[in-house]
Nanobody, 117 residues
Framework: QVQLEESGGGLVQPGGSLRLSCAAS????????MGWYRQAPGKQRELVAT???????TYADSVKGRFTISRDNAKMTVYLQMNSLKPEDTAVYYC???????????WGQGTQVTVSS
């Protein structure tokens, strides 16, 4: 199993930026896909962004043009750069990983992001 640990969450004002980090316990180059989900109170957990070991990325429509997912294989870390933050981005953000397209997901514990003035 891969262990995931998120960091970088906090309070930011609308229009501001924040960068989340997800440190993995093993080489992320050996993991098929990593990504970020988020869950706001009373809402379903939703996909935010993913990145494959080949570098392909996907984004939720709600964050396209504002969020960027990236990875640093040497640091075994995936990042989520969040710009132009909106109050509706407020949620607990979870890092996730899949060893293969058919494998179950591994999850981090989550980090709180609050966008408020």
């Amino acid at each position: 199993q891969v262990q995931l640990e998120e960091s970088g969450g906090g309070l930011v004002q609308p229009g501001g930026s924040l960068r989340l980090s997800c440190a993995a316990s093993e080489s992320i180059s050996s993991i098929y896909s990593m990504g970020w989900y988020r869950q706001a109170p009373g809402k379903q957990r939703e996909l935010v962004a993913t990145i494959t070991n080949a570098g392909s990325t996907t984004y939720a429509d709600s964050v396209k043009g504002r969020f960027t997912i990236s990875r640093d294989n040497a640091k075994m870390t995936v990042y989520l750069q969040m710009n132009s933050l909106k109050p509706e981005d407020t949620a607990v953000y979870y890092c996730t990983a899949k060893r293969s397209p058919w494998a179950l997901r591994a999850w981090g514990q989550g980090t709180q992001v609050t966008v408020s003035s």
